[in-house]
């Protein structure tokens, strides 16, 4: 069974200051990596994702994160946040079972950006 | 671009009142999902759909029933609601294959009293 670990349910940070969002993973078949951002009453959209190639992925608004296959981790890290970052992320994994894709979401880090 | 539409946005319930979800999405995917969001438990599956035509459980479909009514949409029927069932639906559809987005929609959130 695959399962992904967000330990963290909150985490408040000051505007500019460096913030790193914590996801572990674990599973018995190949996966690929997302994160997830849902901002208030939205639904979730897609941050970035590691399929292959380059550990380190980037989004365009500044966020990168690390695949670590050792550590089964994909962390979420931004040098400077804003307040625009304030939102819940979602770690998942996604792979293939019965021929169909599946999805095993994380119970979500609330980002809560103090001005 | 729509992408995924879902309605109704908002509902209240009475216990043991049925109602249905609607999802449609515009962007030609052949899988489509509902999941059910409670707090503190991350997003959890209820039924989706690979393809036209087929439908599967996933982790939580106890009182709850699908229809993949053609390619473009997906429902999501309560029987019987209960007090449970309160929660944020969201339904979402992508490309077949693990590498694939879900793209999502803006969600339904329903009380049941």
């Known amino acids: 069974a695959q399962s992904v ?3 963290d349910s ?4 000051f505007e500019e200051a460096p913030v790193e969002l914590r996801c572990n993973y674990s599973s018995s078949v190949s996966v690929y990596l997302f994160w997830y951002v849902q901002y208030p009453n939205q639904g979730l959209q897609l941050l970035l994702k590691y399929l292959s190639g380059s550990t380190l992925v980037e989004s365009i608004n500044g966020f990168e994160a690390e695949f670590n296959k050792s550590q089964t981790s994909f962390h979420l890290r931004k040098p400077s946040v804003h307040i625009s970052d304030t939102a819940e992320y979602f770690c998942a994994v996604s792979y293939t079972s019965g021929g169909y894709q599946k999805v095993t979401f994380g119970t ?3 980002l809560q950006v103090i001005p | 671009n729509a992408g995924v539409t879902q309605t109704p946005k908002f509902q209240v319930l009475k216990t043991g009142q049925s109602m249905t979800l609607q999802c449609a999405q515009d962007m030609n995917h052949n899988s489509m999902y509902w999941y059910r969001q409670d707090p503190g438990m991350g997003l959890r599956l209820i039924y989706y ?3 036209e035509g087929t439908t599967d459980k996933g982790e939580v479909p106890n009182g709850y029933n699908v229809s ?3 390619k473009r949409e997906f429902s999501l029927r309560l029987e019987s609601a209960a007090p449970s069932q309160t929660s944020v639906y969201f339904c979402a559809s992508s490309l077949t294959g693990a590498k694939n987005i879900q ?3 803006a969600g339904t959130r329903l009380s049941v009293l």
Not at chain 1, 10 to 13: A, G, L, R, T
């Open chain 1, 10 to 13: 909150q985490v408040p940070v």
């Open chain 1, 5 to 7: 670990t967000q330990l």
């Open chain 1, 108 to 110: 979500g880090t609330k």
């Open chain 2, 103 to 105: 793209y999502f929609g």
């Open chain 2, 49 to 51: 759909s690979a393809s």
């Open chain 2, 68 to 70: 993949r009514l053609n």
